[in-house]
């Protein structure tokens, strides 16, 4: 028997929930519904890791996770993002996975915005 087949959601505690919300919906796109949450539909990879405590990969944000986000124009959302105001991390990463880059959101929350590559 399997036990689990992938992620099924991802919910996360904020400071301000309707102020978060409209941010992830005004600068990412993300469709927020009345009940305050998104269903993504598109299929694709998703990757699940646990990282070690003491690591850097989160930084500058001190939060315990990080969200990766599927993005179709990396550097046309981070030029977007930049436009717009947010706090836009410059160091971005291009490889065999993908293109990634970082932006943070208005509750110190590193966000990773990831283009796989083509045909993923």
């Not at 309707?18 to 993300?30: I, N, P, S, T």
């Not at 990879?45 to 939060?63: C, K, L, V, Y």
């Amino acid at each position: 028997m399997k036990r689990v087949t992938g992620i099924g959601g991802i919910f996360f505690h904020a400071k301000d929930p309707a102020a978060l919300r409209g941010w992830y919906q005004q600068h990412l796109g993300v469709d927020v519904q009345p009940w305050g949450g998104a269903a993504f539909t598109e299929s694709g990879t998703t990757a699940w890791s646990i990282s070690q405590a003491d690591g850097d990969h989160f930084a500058p944000s001190t939060s315990s996770f990080m969200i990766n986000y599927r993005v179709h124009d990396l550097s046309g959302l981070l030029q977007a993002l930049r436009d717009e105001g947010c706090h836009v991390l410059e160091k971005t990463e291009d490889g065999d996975y993908g293109k990634f880059g970082w932006v943070i959101d208005p509750e110190g929350n590193k966000v990773e915005l990831w283009q796989p590559p083509p045909g993923q």
